[in-house]
């Protein structure tokens, strides 16, 4: 198994109050991300990470920020939590290469519920 | 249009058929991953191809570039195969980032 755990694994919150989710990797890979999973949708990428202090938006980044003050660690944060971001999360990460050469490996999940 | 469509969203089939998951995408590639989730459960990748045919015990997984569209076989399936089957592809461009399907549900009865 490679080695990326994620805490909390179940979260439940308030509308309006921060949260932070952490993604831990044992394996010392440069690229991390951050994906939603919501019924009806694919997984969807929040954001990503393709070094220390190195990241980018995916295609809902809205509401969510991320850093990488580590190889190992991937936090990402809702600021002020809202009704729309209860899902599950997933972390991931990409092993070294190009193209037909890249495997990706995913975390656990966090389950988050937004009252 | 979503870039990677999969067919059917739901399947049931009877243990011991022969089962086929359809993935079409819309972009350029450098490679196409399958993805198994079991419900409630974390997310592990079966496959990851960019030509031709891989084999995995009672696994098969196809890939036409040309044709843009990939299948994957489950022979003689059995109620433990009961699972979400997800495509993504790796994209050619924007750092090589997954564009995911929203994959099938596959329920094998005894």
């Known amino acids: 198994d490679a080695g990326i755990t994620q805490s909390p694994r179940h979260k439940v919150t308030e509308t309006g109050t921060p949260v932070t989710l952490r993604c831990h990797q044992t394996?010392?890979?440069?690229?991390m991300y951050w994906y939603r999973q919501d019924p009806g949708h694919g997984l969807r990428l929040i954001h990503y990470?393709?070094?220390?202090?190195?990241?980018d938006k995916g295609e809902v980044s809205d509401g969510y920020s991320v850093s990488r003050s580590k190889t190992e660690d991937f936090l990402l944060t809702l600021e002020s939590a809202t009704s729309s971001q209860t899902s599950v999360y997933f972390c991931?990460?990409?092993?070294?290469?190009?193209?037909?050469?890249?495997?990706?490996?995913f975390g656990p999940g966090t389950r988050l519920t937004v009252l | 249009k979503n870039e990677v469509e999969q067919s059917p969203q739901n399947l049931t089939a009877q243990e011991g058929e022969f089962i086929t998951i359809n993935c079409s995408y819309s972009?350029?590639?450098?490679?196409l991953h399958w993805l198994q989730q079991h419900p409630g459960g974390g997310i592990v990748s079966l496959f990851m191809?960019?030509?031709g045919k891989k084999k995995h015990g009672r696994l098969i997984a196809t890939i036409n570039i040309q044709e843009k569209h990939s299948s994957l076989h489950i022979t003689a399936s059995h109620p433990r195969d009961s699972a979400v089957y997800i495509c993504?592809?790796?994209?050619?461009?924007?750092?090589?980032?997954?564009?995911f399907g929203k994959g099938t549900k596959l329920s094998v009865k005894p």
């Open positions: 990470s393709y070094g220390v202090k190195d990241t």
């Open positions: 972009v350029g590639i450098s490679a």
């Open positions: 394996e010392n890979h440069r690229y």
């Open positions: 991931a990460i990409r092993t070294p290469g190009t193209g037909a050469y890249n495997e990706q490996f």
């Open positions: 993504a592809v790796r994209h050619g461009g924007s750092q090589g980032n997954l564009i």
């Open positions: 191809l960019s030509s």
